[in-house]
């Protein structure tokens, strides 16, 4: 069998030639890595190709454009706007041991009363659900993780994944009363009406005092819920969102810029739940919960409370009005309500006042989680 000249090597004459310094030859092999090939003939010469190298190669040449469709950039947009604090340190953080978010996992939630349409509807669905899978293979909820749903507080580690049904998250623990000991009943009424130590303490315990982890862990509830019918995220977004707005301290004085991305992000999440309806410019679609257009709403008593206490304690943060004044402006114009705002400073009528300007793509510059 005959061989061409390109299979025969001349053993005195290498493949390629590298020309360096000395003393740079020399920092490369203190700084550099070595690659040993075991059992390699000599004169031998090899290469690196890898699939994902010949197929970045072709993105580069532009082969796949006739096949390609262009990405939506408006909604990506959008989804910026509610992700942008989500992490992978908070998915790692709250998403099931096997990665999975399975709304019949929570199906033993069924037990508890509802308390709104929007779960009335899910437990409705549970049920159907449930019906549809059989009874093959039953589903095991412990009483203690049950008990803290039916009052809208999760608490899980990693720890505790083996005794834990698959599909649940790992949401942090809100205490729904803080007791303190050798403390007044005064003082401990006065600490649970403002929930600015409670906040702190979860913020040093639960996330090393990084903030924007519980940013991240309510946007990630809000997706779940919307996007995965997660009853149990509905439950952990309105339990943070409670917390968050029965601060008083907080928001004024240790945790402002805090309270502004809060804010912020509550916005963007409540603007994509307000989606007008094709039947009029003043109807509007309540994607999360049909009891946002009742007058004992709890957001709406939470909101209500915020900016009455925000009246009491100014001047206020310029973000953190701005943060407010837009949201209040979205309830106007979608849901019709109407919150007093007159004594805040910065009131529109005011000539010497600073202009507010309610720039809906601000959410977009916002900081984004590195």
């Known amino acids: 069998m005959r ?74 947009k959008i989804w910026q706007s509610l992700t942008n604090f989500i992490s992978p340190t908070v998915i790692e953080k709250i998403e099931p041991v096997d990665g999975d978010i399975s709304v019949m996992a929570e199906a033993s939630l069924v037990q508890h009363a509802p308390k709104t349409v929007a779960e009335k509807r899910l437990f409705e669905q549970l049920r159907k659900n449930t ?30 994944a083996e005794s834990k049904s698959s599909g649940r998250c790992f949401y942090t623990h809100l205490p ?28 040093q315990k639960d996330f090393d005092g990084q903030e924007e982890l519980l940013l991240g862990e309510l946007q990630f509830c809000f997706i779940a819920f919307l996007m995965g019918q997660s009853l149990e995220a509905f439950g952990q977004w309105k339990g943070i969102v409670s917390l968050l707005l029965r601060c008083e301290d907080a928001p004024l004085r240790m945790r402002t810029t805090f309270f502004s991305k809060f804010l912020g992000v509550i916005y963007w999440q409540l603007k994509q739940s307000l989606q007008p309806e094709k039947k009029g410019p003043n109807d509007y679609l309540i994607l999360m919960d049909d009891g946002w257009l009742a007058d004992d709403n709890f957001f709406r008593l939470l909101l209500k409370d915020f900016l009455n206490m925000l009246k009491d304690a100014t001047p206020v943060n310029g973000e953190l009005l701005r943060q407010v004044k837009r949201l209040r402006k979205l309830f106007e114009t979608t849901l019709g309500w109407i919150f007093d705002m007159d004594s805040i400073v910065g009131e529109e009528e005011d000539e010497y006042a600073p202009v507010i300007v309610y720039d809906e793509d601000s959410a977009m510059r916002e900081s984004t989680y590195a």
């Open 3 to 76: 061989k061409s000249s390109q299979d025969i090597m001349d053993p005195d004459e290498a493949p390629y030639v590298v020309n360096m310094h000395q003393s740079d030859a020399l920092e490369l092999v203190k700084s550099g890595a070595m690659l040993l090939i075991l059992g390699m003939p000599a004169n031998s010469s090899f290469g690196l190709n890898t699939q994902e190298e010949g197929f970045a190669m072709a993105a580069r040449n532009l082969e796949y454009d006739r096949q390609l469709a262009p990405y939506d950039l408006d909604r990506h």
């Open 131 to 160: 019906d549809l899978q059989g009874p093959e293979e039953p589903l095991k909820v412990d009483k203690e993780n049950d008990s803290r749903i039916s009052s809208s507080i999760s608490n899980s580690t990693k720890g505790q």
């Open 176 to 203: 729904h009363l803080i007791k303190k000991a050798g403390m007044s009943a005064s003082e401990l009424t006065a600490m649970n009406i403002d929930k600015s130590q409670a906040l702190e303490s979860i913020l």
